[in-house]
């Protein structure tokens, strides 16, 4: 290989990394004008996550019914449906918890989550919180998002790691983005259920994920924290894709402004998607929420 | 200015490095403060308990995996210290021959293939590290890689070690059968029940429970102790964090029987035996009581929870022999109820009050 090439690919190479922030907006640009690296997610169609026909059943029944689902960069989605509709068997398909039976799930257009172990996909950049909020109780809040912080994974890198300056910045910044700066030194077991629910967001934060799944995010809020919720994932849009998994039609109505789509699953696949009012309107969806 | 923790742990080195000897060595036997050969004998066994114990709380206590077989560990530390002692007794065996009594009651012409190298010290000092370290890699990465977890993973480690002391049983295996190994004559050349070389023994053995006691604590205050609680309490949030929890689980199980396997070879010369029955699952439980009642996820809880059991134990056993393993029964329930952080647990929450 020649100097020249190699300084044309090491340009290349640069040019995609400051590009990478903008790339959250769409960024679209020719597919050979990019480099593409193994563990980085190419978003160049626009595309964040895609799900092809995922079918996932559990002793003969569906729990998800080949489910066709698109999310975009940058975007922020609703998802509702009622008990039982494949939610959260969605998100552990996503995640690497449930292998699909039959199905593709691509994130960006060249990483096969399929093929990825559970913390290999939130390596490349998929981040989840729980239905019920999982912290790491033992451990202070400040500890909680140190561990989140994105950094070395490996044992050996465990063993001699130190906190630089920055990256205390960065976790009291979150802390302060999730209201719990006063609480930094408190184990997080003995925090409200609420509060769990903020320290496991700020988790997500850390771990910088360029898609994050939230399944019921505000369940067991106040209606005040349920507003500071809204407003932190509405911040969020643009520099993140996200999918909320929600039952409170109040909470998606915030997030969605009315401009937000909103994807109803019903028996594993989706049954409507457009505005909520839209959807609200749909006389299937009425009836799928209402029963006959 | 030295904080309280190093003034602790130099009090401990002084006083297995300079107290016991000096006691025990120089002042004469009739004296109030000679400190007797049996009670520096018990002491030792003792302090080889609390290095188990102390591995078991990383595995158990920090880590939240419970290992009902860790007596294998110790145990083959103990037999690969305990085949360089047996090949140390030369010729003074009962047979007078160059194999060991055993082999000459089975009426074996050779050593086996697995002994060859058994008359170096430091080959048998390697392998008191290596085939301990290598049952448990082999082991953990399979039953971690499968994802057995909680009460499976306890039953699979009990069968382990209840499948190596069948196996050690067997005259066949080559280690003694269910006699083992005893009649330890000399270790390096020096006389094993000599009074200087049981010291020096019992020196080695306080310095390597201290040395493992700063080593857990350098593991548990890193980041990797803060990983380590984190899989105990939300494994799946820890892999969904990006962390491989197989890798973490895998190093501080294999750290945890590497302890172990040390223990076993620092007590086969001070107790003058090693046989199958270290391997029973009773043994490998004892383990983990002496953790629970000393307090779990404290790094002093099992080495105090090792010293009350094994003192309660000998002296019980003097007095009312029938009823110790009542009495041990009687102290587990208790602790699991009322004690959930075990003894240590208690002295906190007087203090705090």
Known sequence: MTPELMEQGARARREHEAHEAEAASGGRSAAFGRVVTAKEPDFGTGVALYLDDVTVSFDGFKALNALNLMIGVGELRAIIGPNGAGKTTMMDVITGKTRPDAGGVSFGQNIDLLRLRENEIAEVGIGRKFQKPTVFEALSVFENLELALKTDRGVRASLVHRLAGEQRDRIEQTLSTIHLSDSAARTAGLLSHGQKQWLEIGMLLMQDPRLLLLDEPVAGMTDEETERTAELLLTLEGKHSLVVVEHDMKFVDQITEGRRKVTVLHEGSVLAEGLLRDVQADERVVEVYLGR | M????????????????????????????????????????????IMCYAICALAMDLIWGFTGILSLGHGVFFALGGYAMGMYLMRQIGHDGNYGSDLPDFMVFLDWKTLPWHWALSDS???????VLVVPGLLAFVFGFFAFRSRIKGVYF??????????????????????????????????????????????????VTGAVLVGFYLLARWLVGAKFGRVLMAIRDAESRVMFTGYDPIAYKLAIWVISALMCGVAGALYVPQVGIINPSEMSPAA?????????????????????????VNGAKSWFTQMFPEFWLYFLGALFIAVTLFLPQGLVGLVKRRSRS
């Open chain 2, 2 to 45: 030295m904080s309280r923790h190093s003034i602790a742990v130099l009090g401990a080195l002084l006083l297995v490095g300079v107290l016991v000897p000096a006691l025990n060595l120089l002042v004469p036997a009739g004296s109030a403060l000679h400190l007797s050969d049996y009670v520096v004998g018990l002491v030792a066994k």
């Open chain 2, 121 to 127: 010290f430091w080959f048998q000092m390697a392998m």
């Open chain 2, 154 to 203: 306890s039953i699979i480690t009990q069968a382990l070690t209840y499948a190596a002391m069948l196996l050690f049983f067997r005259n066949e295996t080559g280690f003694g059968g269910n006699n083992g190994f005893t009649d330890f004559k000399r270790i390096l050349g020096h006389p094993i029940t000599a009074p200087g070389t049981r010291m020096l023994l019992f020196v």
């Open chain 2, 284 to 308: 490998g439980i004892e383990i983990a009581i002496w953790c629970a009642v000393g307090g779990r996820g404290s790094l002093v809880g099992p080495i105090v929870g090792a010293f009350f």
